[in-house]
């Protein structure tokens, strides 16, 4: 069966220090993957997704970036963190292909920029 | 325009209550409809997919009205463990566009 972890699970760094947040996944192969984050109160902000190694999509443009350095890896990272960076990271995998199936999510980070 | 738009609630029912939730969303090229169910600190989980034809999953029936871009869930007999925030999602080629969730408090 597939499992898909996140790491760390919670995490509290000062502005303008660096990020990186690991998502990977297990059972499956070139699956679609993805970077959401969550600010307090609100609706899933997609970030970033990957169709493959190397590839990457950015939705949002901010001070993130995201790489895809293996088929079931995938990292979140800045260079400076910033306070409106705060929120619930969360990495998901599809089936590779078109956005017909299920998405599933790890469990997530917390980030809190001080 | 949001590609995904909801009614924030809450939505608060007594036990064994009727509630539904609705959705519209902006993009006629969208391919893939899902309800999830995302618990409090928690990470959404699927609840069922959408098909043209409605579907239907115990206690949990979803329907979706292309012409009209409109999805809805009707949960039945409500119980306290149905009590959290419900994302409607849209897929549109390999993206996905997440409602910012319905909250339902469902009370003894």
């Known amino acids: 069966s597939q499992t898909i972890h996140q790491w760390p699970a919670t995490l509290v760094q000062p502005v303008g220090s660096p990020l990186s947040l690991e998502c990977t996944v297990e059972?499956?192969?070139?699956?679609?993957l993805y970077w959401y984050r969550q600010a307090a109160g609100r609706g899933l902000q997609l970030l970033f997704y990957s169709v493959g190694i190397g590839q990457i999509s950015s939705e949002v443009p901010q001070n993130l970036s995201a790489s895809r350095p293996q088929d079931r890896q995938f990292i979140l990272s800045s260079k400076k963190l910033l306070l409106s960076d705060s929120g619930f990271y969360l990495c998901?995998?599809?089936?590779?292909?078109?956005?017909?199936?299920?998405?599933?999510f790890g469990p997530g980070t917390r980030l809190l920029v001080l | 325009r949001k590609e995904v738009e909801q009614d924030p609630g809450p939505f608060n029912v007594p036990e064994g209550a009727t509630v539904a939730f609705n959705c519209t969303y902006s993009n006629s090229a969208s391919q893939s409809f899902f309800w999830y169910r995302q618990d409090c600190r928690k990470e959404p989980k699927l609840l069922m997919s959408v098909y043209s034809s409605g579907n239907e999953d115990g206690r949990f029936t979803a329907q979706l009205n292309r012409a009209s871009q409109y999805i809805s869930l009707l949960i039945r007999d409500s119980k306290l463990s149905d009590s959290a925030t419900y994302l409607c999602v849209v897929g549109v080629f390999n993206k996905f566009y997440f409602g910012s969730g319905t909250k339902l408090n469902v009370k003894p």
């Open positions: 059972g499956t192969s070139n699956p679609n």
């Open positions: 998901a995998w599809t089936v590779s292909g078109t956005a017909i199936g299920t998405q599933y």
